[in-house]
């Protein structure tokens, strides 16, 4: 599975050399919050990864939304005094890569 592969603990170490990004408090007070753009951004590339892939069983689809939740939960323990701050404009552009990266990955893991 996704996260148990070499490329995903790889993507955590990329993920953990930026972690630092995270440590500016966002001050714009209509930005979501780090973990609610976790959350949506990981959502958004599965919904687009089963849209890619419309014939993938019942049960793979489920294999998926597990990998996809342990995923949110990694990056929630990583940023876990950080996650209910507002996300700053960078934050936010890191979040949207590293989430098409993982998109990337369960694209690999199903093709």
């Given at each position: 599975?996704?996260?148990?592969?070499?490329?995903?603990?790889?993507?955590?170490?990329?993920?953990?050399?930026n972690v630092?990004?995270?440590?500016q408090v966002g001050n714009d007070v209509n930005a979501p919050t780090?973990?609610?753009?976790?959350?949506?951004q990981i959502s958004e590339n599965v919904i687009n990864f089963f849209e890619q892939?419309?014939?993938?069983?019942?049960?793979?689809?489920?294999?998926?939304v597990r990998e996809a939740d342990t995923i949110v939960t990694d990056l929630e323990e990583f940023l876990s005094r950080r996650i209910e701050q507002k996300a700053t404009a960078d934050q936010?552009?890191?979040i949207v890569e590293?989430?098409?990266l993982i998109?990337?990955?369960?694209?690999s893991e199903f093709k």
């Open positions: 599975m996704v996260t148990e592969s070499r490329a995903y603990i790889e993507l955590i170490g990329y993920f953990t050399e630092a990004l995270f440590e780090v973990g609610e753009l976790i959350e949506t892939n419309p014939d993938l069983p019942q049960d793979e689809r489920l294999d998926v936010q552009a890191f590293f989430s098409s998109k990337n990955l369960f694209d």
